[in-house]
């Protein structure tokens, strides 16, 4: 799979953020799903896993890292 750009995650991590006070994969893909989002977004925010982050920006370096977002 190639990395994504940042800027098609970034609105679905913030509003989760927003939402929740933190970010989970549940909550951002319920998100991208309401947007029939791309599956090339899907496909990485299912990377997100179980894990649970504080930030977007925890999101996006975590991302970044694993080479599935371009920053």
């Not at 933190?22 to 319920?30: G, L």
């Amino acid at each position: 799979m190639a990395a994504v750009d940042w800027a098609l995650l970034e609105p679905y991590v913030q509003a989760a953020y927003e939402q929740h006070g933190r970010i989970e994969r549940a909550d951002v893909i319920d998100l991208a799903y309401g947007e029939n989002a791309d599956d090339d977004v899907i496909d990485t925010i299912d990377a997100i896993g179980s894990r649970v982050f504080n930030t977007p920006d925890d999101v996006r370096g975590f991302l970044v890292g694993q080479k599935l977002v371009n920053e």
